[in-house]
Each structure stands twice: as C-alpha cells, then as structure tokens.
C-alpha cells in the first residue's frame, strides 16, 4: 500500500517494527492516530553492527522531507529467553521469499574528495596570481607612460 506523505501543516508519522524476526512498516498521514500497514514480512535475519540510515526522494525539485524525530526502542527479551551476542554478529541478512543477492565490495573512487580540494585550491592561487599579474603589469605601463608625458 503506498500512502501520500505530504502536508506542511501536520506531521506524517512512520512507524518501523522489527521484533521476533517480523519486520513491519505503518503509517499514519496526517497525525491522526489511524496507523495504516504498509507490510509486513515475516522470517527477516537482521545482523546486530549495522546502522540505521534515512533517504528519500520527491521526484520535484521544489519539495523536501525533513526527519524531525527518530526514536529507537530496544525490545526486551522474554522471560527464559538468551541473547547470544557472538551468533548475531555472524548472521547474514535475508528475508524468506527473496533471491540472495551475492555481496559487492563498494567501489572506492579513483581520487579523494581531498585531492580535488587541494586541485581547486592550487588552480584558485594560479588564477589569482596571474590576474594579479597581468594588474601589476597594467597598472606598472600606466604609471611609467604617464610619468614620461609629464617630464621636460
């Protein structure tokens, strides 16, 4: 189900569970309290170690999502129940029903967001340095031909 998030007056509340192995997502539009489910998928191994990240997309240009608040609950565990911290470490994610999908190593860039900095920093100098020169060579023919008018 997709539902329209949009309105600058109310805040449109989501709200993403994952208990016993169940991941569901709601919504409730427009801070009415009526929660909407969006899905739910049931067998999903989430691993411990990750982190939790935010995107989205308008497809316009003039609108934007602003993620006022994030709250995160820890889900205690039952009575009787064990967590083994070193077997979540080692859990691959994957959701029952979907292909796996094999790993890729993410592609470093060839240079550095760094090296384009100092390229821009040297080219900005360069640039600078020659009006610089041209200016002082201006200002130099100037300052001698008009001297040379005035002496007799």
């Known amino acids: 189900m997709s539902e329209q998030l ?14 016993n192995n169940i991941l569901s997502v709601h919504t409730d539009v427009r801070g009415k309290n009526k929660w909407t489910k969006c899905f739910e998928e049931k ?9 939790l990240g935010l995107s989205s997309s308008t497809g316009q240009l003039a609108d934007n999502h602003d993620v006022v608040m994030l709250k995160t609950y820890e889900v205690d565990l039952v009575e009787g129940q064990v967590f083994n911290q070193e077997e979540a470490l080692k859990l691959i994610p994957s959701a029952e029903g979907e292909p796996d999908r094999p790993h890729v190593e993410d592609v470093q860039p060839l240079f550095s967001r760094r090296v384009y900095t100092i390229f821009y920093i040297c080219f900005g100098l ?11 060579t201006y200002y130099q023919k100037y300052t001698i031909g008009r001297n040379k008018k005035r002496f007799y």
């Open 6 to 19: 949009q309105g600058p007056e109310t805040r449109d509340l989501i709200s993403i569970k994952y208990i």
């Open 126 to 136: 360069v640039f600078i340095l020659t009006i610089g020169g041209f200016g002082y």
């Open 43 to 51: 067998n999903v191994v989430l691993p411990i170690g990750y982190h």
